[in-house]
């Protein structure tokens, strides 16, 4: 492996970035701060964003977002272009891109499944994101694109979701059925027949029907979408992308992130930076025990408080250096920023500017 | 009011919010609560991987229920229980229960659930949900508190029922449906606590999600409880030199602006978290049950009991019934 590269570098460097973590983390902020940091050294950027909640909106003092890019003006010699990923028309232009004529395109788009699909496929909404990713990618007007990932309930799942769709699309059960019937496959028909029958009985017929319907349409796609899967997935490994994991100092959300370091290590695609979010100042190197013993014996008096109130913050800077440490050797060499807990909530962009400062530190450093 | 009043006022308490606001901690503090006043309580976990069981100091948690806490009852403090639902485990034991066992291990194994799921969605929160109505149906805890999914919106999540009857006109997923929707709309079975943060953004998903809920689900909304607050401090506003003179003794070289820097962001951030906490009063008109922020990197089985007895002195503080 190549020494690391800076996050300053990287955002300066790598053509793809995905910020992953677990919810409630600042994902979304840190994906806005490095668009902006890459415009401010000039570079072409867009982000994509996931979150129904709109907080990339909220950072950028927008008021909203569209499935397409909006360019957001500001004082940097780059460009920043962000958009809320809209899985729907997503999958909707990808299923278009693939059918063989607008009539398949009609009946797939006109599925009372495939509607469903978007919404309720486990894996959709974040195989949509890459796909987003890979489209922008291919886009010759960005030079970077910046992808957040969707809060997922299970880490990882853009990672398998291309692959798990195609799956899904193949799926042997319809496939049987909807295949001509004949010799062996008709008896094989036979018992999917009866299988089906039986859930029909506990889930209504209905159901059942709209899924035929769903996969008699979508015959002949399979290939043209297994193969973008494997495009986008061969994006996700290159070189020219790079993962970040955010994180926050809490001992659930590292443990969290521990997780995804590694599940991205055994994909081969290594972490290249960590960003830890709200992060508590640290106040002085006393051991926390020694003030709250000097609180202690102050207690009642102005100073027994100002001495509680800074061993509380010296305790919970000690447990988070604590924390941090085992997430710190899973990443390896790759570079670690520490966000602070920022006196005011991140929602417009001198915030992000201040982010950023914390962010690339290093880089000020050599810079100045 | 009575907190025994109030963890009896419903069996079933769903806790509700945004990923990392500390819905976890907040569903092991008011089990524990109920817990000390005696009424029994079981928490269900649906995603697997909580951090429920380390609160307690106990190993990862399984499809059958584990004991978090004992029950003490010399001391009136009855049981904390915990199990996991997935939705997979729900389907079979429903199947089994509708004689459909035959079926049922290869509509999971072959993938099927995944097409029936897209098919129908919401079926997989319904087979949560139908799970957690037959815990409250059977008795086997005073009070069953649900860890609702973080991920995605507390309201896709219980609007499901609602959804599915319209795409599941027939059958026994239909009957459930009607169940679930029968116990969330009853506001003597079941209540919603909301989980918030006070900052800008968790305050505001947390006034949308309140409102949604209310008008596209019809539960009952139960106190919102804000996460996290600093604990107020008198004295931090001093001089620290000032201090250190009043109270006869003299500070170390660089203590002083060590003192006043961390009262400074102590008295910021809390004056942050104040502003958050009226604006959520204004906007979102529940009754609030407020917890302290624990400075400790990991809540543990003490904070726990710390945060349940925040909770018992806030319920017996409220006036009214939250209806």
Redesign the interface.
Known sequence: MSSSLSLGQLVAARRTIVCCG????GKTTTAAVVALQAAQLGRRTVVVTID??K?LA?ALGLAGLTGEPSRIDGDWPGELWALMLDPKSTFDALVAKHATDAAQTERILANR?YR??S????GTQEYMAMEKLYELHEDSDYDLVVVDT????HALDFLDAPRRLS??LE????RVLVAPRSGLVKAVNVAAQT?LR??S????G???D??LAFFQAFEGMEEGFRERADKVNELLAAPETAFLLVA??????L??AQ?FADRLQEAGIPVQGLVVNRVH?S??DALPEATRARAAT?DG??????????A??Q??AA??R??LAGLAAAIGSAPMALVP?L???V?DIPGMAEVARHLFAQQEVSSS | MDPAGFFTASRLVIVAGKGGVGKTTVSAALARAAALVGLSTLVVEVEGRSGLPAMFGQPDLGYDEIVLAAADPSAGVAAVRARTITPDEALLEYLREHGLSRISKRLVASGALDVVATAAPGIKDILLLGKVKQLERSGTADLVVLDAPAAGHAVTFLQSARGLLDAVRVGPINTQARDVLDLLEDHARCQVVLVTLPEETPVNEAVDTGFLLEDRVGVNLGPIVVNGLYPELAGIGADPAKAAAAAGTALRSGEASLLASAADFRRRRTALQDEQVARLAEQLPLPQLRLPFMFTAAIGPDEVDVLAGELLADIEALTELPT
């Open positions: 677990s919810g409630g983390v129904p909640a907080r909220d499944f469903n699909i919404e309720a496929l486990s969707p809060p997922t309930r799956r899904f799926h042997r059960l319809f299988f039986s859930v009985r506990v889930v209504g209905d159901v059942i709209d899924a926050s100092p809490r001992r659930d959300t443990h969290e997780y100042p106040f002085g102050l008096s102005d100073l027994g408080s100002l001495y509680a109130n800074l509380d913050f305790t919970m447990r988070e604590e924390h807990f006196s005011d909530d929602h």
